[in-house]
């Protein structure tokens, strides 16, 4: 497999989250799948650190120049007083060559209006931090803005609201790229979940409990994730980490935060919720891959989990 090279672009005044947040996840993508297949840079308008709006100063890997780079994917950074700083012609000729030549292009929080000052975003679905959403709308009325969305992905452009969205990007870019169970690896790796949903906030969900500590509740919850279809009963993973079901159970409770029963339905609906968000797949053949015993069921406990059906949501919600 090739090296997907991505480049985010800060400048001065970025929100450092925007930036780390996303080159983490993919960092550690790396690492999960053993492939080292994404090379990040930092590329910047200066030769000087960039300092972002904490204070604290990032050396970029690159300057922009005339030259447009060869990336596979562009991400444009945040910056909270982007409103109030003028965007240079360089940095917009450079992002307009870069994305021509991009796979995906991408933004994180502000760094939407660099995107729609490129022109990159007319016609299309967009979402950018709340508290700049009146703006962005009133300067780019040609974007179809969805203030409420934590991300959207319209064709080969995706962007994100505020900060910790960017991690959420970050790892719907590491799902399509290298799959589901390489971003739930990465999520639970960091500590966070595998990611709200790019919709409205109010269908965001607890993925499942956080990532045990002691190996044989880790080991079940991995054989889990790889294994949605199997038998996931409390007896059945009781006897491959080779622990007694009340045991089990018992210390999967204390050390995860949730029943082993509520913590599969958390992995498994999951699951069905990008597939029918990100695929065409028939619903029946969702229920049956993601371990349930038919799409009634499927059905029946994805409404009580989102409060609405899976048909419904991937009218709403799908690509």
């Not at 996840?25 to 080292?36: D, H, I, K, Y």
């Not at 990611?195 to 990532?211: D, E, H, I, Y």
Request: include cysteine.
């Amino acid at each position: 497999m090739s090296t997907h090279k991505i480049a985010i672009v800060a400048m001065q005044g970025v929100q450092l989250l925007d930036v780390i947040g996303p080159s983490d996840v993919f960092a550690e993508a790396n690492r999960q799948s053993g492939l080292g297949y994404y090379s990040v840079e930092v590329v910047s308008t200066s030769g000087s650190p960039v300092r972002g709006s904490s204070g604290l100063a990032l050396i970029p890997d690159r300057l922009i120049d005339e030259e447009p780079s060869e990336v596979d994917t562009l991400l444009v950074a945040g910056d909270p007083l982007i409103q109030e700083r003028p965007l240079t012609e360089n940095l917009l000729r450079w992002v307009k060559q870069t994305s021509a030549r991009a796979n995906r292009v991408g933004s994180v929080c502000s760094g939407a209006f660099v995107l729609g000052e490129a022109g990159l975003l007319t016609g299309k679905r967009a979402t950018t931090h709340w508290s700049q959403a009146s703006e962005f709308a009133r300067r780019f009325p040609d974007v179809k803005l969805e203030p409420n969305r934590i991300f959207t992905k319209d064709g080969n452009v995706w962007t994100s609201a505020g900060v910790t969205a960017g991690i959420d990007l970050a790892l719907a870019i590491v799902e399509q790229d290298l799959g589901l169970e390489i971003a739930l690896r990465v999520a639970r790796e960091l500590v966070v979940f595998l990611k709200r949903p790019g919709g409205q906030t109010q269908f965001s969900t607890l993925l499942a409990g956080q990532m045990a500590q002691k190996t044989p509740i880790r080991a079940a919850q991995d054989f889990v994730a790889d294994n949605l279809a199997a038998d996931l009963t409390v007896a059945a993973l009781a006897t491959r980490v080779g622990m007694s079901e009340r045991n089990f159970s018992r210390q999967f409770k204390q050390e995860v935060g949730m029943t082993p029963a509520d913590y599969v339905e958390s992995m498994r609906l999951e699951a069905g919720r990008r597939l029918s968000e990100d695929t065409s797949i028939p619903l029946k053949r969702i229920a049956i891959d993601i371990g349930f015993s038919d799409d009634v069921a499927f059905r029946r406990s994805f409404a009580r989990r989102f409060g609405t059906s899976p048909a419904a949501y991937r009218r709403s919600f799908g690509s």
